[in-house]
């Protein structure tokens, strides 16, 4: 049997039509009769039996179907194992992910080495208040973070994650008791701070510098990382928004997690240096855009 009379054998097993099988293979149905008479002529027996109300296997053509189906998978993970070293989609990619937000897009990273397993994977680290220098300094690949970045010499990628800010405070604060907060009220908090590493616009979009009305937020303590921030909450140093995913991922009984009712959704996109751009970064962000981005 040619591999294309398989393809066509095989499609109609699972599909028992001659017109749906012919659409989805792109070929016409006298194409697929063609096909299946000929392999049946080799095989010496009916493999379907045909109504003009129904198609359906016989004995031999389900055996036939199995046997051939499990061999057929084979040969089209080794094509695509080569079409993917032929493209250059195999070694190592290295992805730098802020706290938790690694898990929030596990499917993608699944989906990812599903489709290149022979591509390598490293999951790092990265700091909540320096995201750029990783990248720059070729320590990642992609960054995951959240938007908007405006940078010259890095791209912005397909939208990851969309999500609502908390407030995290400590459960000594007032604020703990309530079900739900506006911006308004880090008037009158003490706000965790960001390093100077850290763009102000980048900071803006999840630690304001004033309240919707306009009155500014008194700044605390500078944080760098994830655990920074949680050590300072806890210990009652400041309050800080933070996203939604902290809910799941840093529960704990020294910090309560507000719902900010008015908050701005906040997006993570993958990111990557525009000079650094390979056929690996270009096959993890279709992954995403195939997965996350409407059609």
């Not at 002529?41 to 198609?55: D, K, M, P, Y």
């Not at 296997?57 to 070293?85: F, K, N, W, Y």
């Not at 809910?247 to 309560?256: E, L, M, N, P, Q």
């Amino acid at each position: 049997m040619e591999l294309r009379d398989i393809e066509i054998f095989l499609t109609l097993a699972e599909e028992l039509h001659f017109g749906r099988t012919a659409d989805k293979l792109l070929v016409t149905r006298a194409r697929v009769s063609q096909a299946i008479q000929k392999t049946e002529r080799e095989i010496g027996a009916a493999l379907f039996e045909r109504t003009s109300r129904r198609v359906s296997l016989t004995p031999i053509g389900r055996r036939l179907s199995e046997d051939l189906r499990a061999g057929h998978l084979l040969i089209q993970q080794g094509v695509e194992r080569a079409t993917a070293a032929a493209r250059g989609l195999t070694g190592t990619l290295r992805i730098g992910f802020i706290g938790a937000t690694g898990h929030e897009i596990s499917d993608i990273i699944g989906a990812f080495t599903a489709r290149h397993p022979d591509c390598e994977l490293q999951i790092r680290e990265a700091t909540a208040g320096d995201p750029f220098t990783p990248l720059r300094d070729g320590d990642v690949d992609l960054q995951v973070l959240w938007l908007p970045v405006a940078e010259p010499d890095l791209t912005v990628g397909p939208v990851v994650l969309t999500e609502a800010l908390v407030l995290a405070v400590s459960p000594r604060n007032p604020l703990a008791r309530h079900e739900s907060v506006s911006l308004e009220v880090l008037g009158d908090e003490s706000m965790l701070g960001s390093s100077d590493s850290l763009p102000a616009y980048l900071e803006e979009a999840v630690r304001p510098a004033q309240t919707p009305s306009g009155r500014p937020i008194p700044r605390g303590p500078v944080t760098h990382t994830v655990q920074e921030i949680l050590a300072n909450v806890a210990a009652d140093q400041g309050v800080t928004p933070v996203p939604a995913h902290a809910v799941k991922y840093f529960a704990r009984g020294d910090i309560a997690y507000i719902p900010i009712h008015d908050s701005p959704a906040l997006e993570w996109a993958l990111i990557w240096r525009s000079s650094g751009e390979t056929s690996l970064i270009r096959a993890f962000a279709q992954v995403a855009g195939d997965l996350r981005e409407p059609r």
